[in-house]
């Protein structure tokens, strides 16, 4: 399967089972607190909203805070609990994300 096939696959199964909850990594945390929302490491989200931006910008979720706020953030930028149905094909997209993102920023732009 290859990556645009496998990120279609992946954003369909987020897309059919929203609202979906998730946690804000380390970096998202503080996005939301520059923007006046002072969330932390266990401040649960809920994705209602999901597209896939190809192999630019990856598979993009819209999150919620409880108070209505609103921010677009990158499925990569997200922690998922276990007891997620697709829990496996998450975190396999966020490893191969992650590495092919250090793979593309190490080549240049030459």
Do not use: W
Not at 12 to 24: K, S, V
Not at 35 to 63: A, Q, R
Not at 73 to 101: G, M, P, W
């Amino acid at each position: 399967m290859d990556i645009t096939e496998q990120y279609q696959n992946l954003t369909t199964m987020i897309n059919d089972n929203l609202p979906l909850r998730a946690f804000p990594i380390r970096e998202l945390v503080q996005i939301f607190r520059q923007n006046g929302h002072p969330i932390t490491l266990k401040t649960e989200l809920t994705i209602t909203g999901v597209h896939n931006s190809g192999d630019i910008s990856g598979i993009m979720c819209v999150v919620e805070l409880v108070d209505g706020y609103k921010l677009v953030c990158a499925l990569t930028h997200l922690i998922f609990t276990r007891n997620v149905s697709f829990y496996s094909e998450i975190a396999d997209y966020q490893k191969k994300r992650a590495k092919r993102i250090k793979r593309l920023n190490s080549t240049g732009l030459n």
